[in-house]
DNA sequence: CCGGATCCCCAGGGATACTG
DNA sequence: CAGTATCCCTGGGGATCCGG
């Protein structure tokens, strides 16, 4: 990309990682580790083969990613974050935190994958009863899956099925991440389509990093 | 810009903030508070100004920024950042984290503005003596001045010369920010042009968020 | 099937001139 | 001062093709 010619950080950032698709690179390497090029194509729907391309070798130029050639059974070429390229987490948080505020529209048309659920409970929302017994949350939106584990006062999440999750939650996107990141309430949520079978008490021990933007009823 | 058309917060952010110089402008405004056109202008050298017309219609119709009619003596439109656009600040502050690591390359055409001199120590750095007796540092590089004050736990920085400093440090921008921000030490920072006059012991208190990028010798 | 490279076309960005 | 208009060019989107 060409510089903005700006003795200034933020601009600095920008000249490395302000390409179209540059960061949402960086979003699949670092939700799914390495990653050979057909998968970063499915994790990244809409990019075209010779930007994705282009990309890569930016990035590895930028020190941002490494490539290493996998032996067989492998045999083909891994991406894989570099130590430097791991930084860019707190960015990414907080860029999808800002973005939050958007998920609320409507677009049918978007894409949607699990891992995209997944991360967001990981990354935005905090146990608020850490010392409650560990508990599941299965999520699914649109056909894709996540499972929230609560527990030692963390969140995780994983893409899949639990089998036997303590609250399901399943509705479209939008009511299943707008609830679970704070931008909708239950009622709010069901309105929009969601179904939530279980002990639904356990969405207030899920507390949304929210920033005041949320909760409309 | 085009969407991703990705239902994913990071995607959606980048929708509306990951255009060329979107987010320039928005540090701008953050920093300087309301713009007039001309004073946007101003502090991002190189933008078109079909460029800057544009992306202001844009962080307008997305709610980020709000434009008023200034009455007389100012008769002007003057830009200010909406509530909403406000909240870009930990987006801009990650990045601009991120991008320090990047300080340290030289780029001597890069433009230099007093602000950005400005915001880095703010932003970037914490009293590690909180208790100590307020201080005040004087920043000079490439003829742009800033002033830093410590007091209260807190590191306040504005545009401009101080009085009275405790400390002045002078010389390249590389220099000055790279040991404010823990990029290099003062033997390092000396050797690529620095002059340090007064109480250097005042760079201890001056503690970075270093993410463990700095301290070459 | 994987990992790209190539080509064509168009939208978005850059530079500058011009106007109310 | 605050933009608009214009022209040019680069970079991105989309499809196709090709070697392993």
């Not at 390409?19 to 809409?46: H, N, S, V, Y």
């Not at 430097?84 to 894409?111: N, Q, S």
């Not at 899949?160 to 707008?178: H, I, Q």
Request: hydrophobic share 40%; glycine share 10%; aromatic share 6%.
């Amino acid at each position: 990309m060409r510089s903005y010619g700006q003795y200034c950080s933020i601009a600095r950032s920008l000249d490395v990682i302000g390409d179209r698709w540059t960061l949402l690179i960086a979003r699949e390497l670092l939700l799914q580790g390495a990653c050979r090029f057909t998968d970063l194509k499915k994790g990244l729907p809409g990019i075209a083969t010779n930007l994705l391309s282009t990309r890569l070798k930016e990035l590895e130029e930028a020190g941002l990613i490494t490539r290493e050639e996998a032996p067989p059974p492998i045999a083909t070429t891994l991406y894989t974050l570099s130590e430097t390229g791991r930084t860019l987490e707190p960015v990414l948080k907080a860029l999808g935190l800002w973005g939050l505020r958007f998920m609320a529209d409507e677009r049918p048309d978007d894409a949607f994958q699990a891992r995209w659920l997944a991360y967001a409970p990981e990354w935005f929302t905090t146990d608020a009863d850490p010392d409650a017994p560990p508990a599941v949350i299965q999520l699914v939106a649109a056909d894709e899956a996540a499972v929230v584990e609560l527990g030692n006062g963390r969140v995780r999440t994983r893409v899949g099925r639990a089998t036997d999750p303590d609250l399901v939650l399943e509705g479209p996107p939008r009511a299943v991440l707008g609830l679970v990141n704070g931008l909708i309430d239950l009622e709010g949520a069901r309105r929009i389509g969601l179904t939530a079978t279980g002990r639904t008490d356990l969405l207030k021990r899920l507390r949304p990093h929210g920033d005041g933007t949320g909760c409309s009823s």
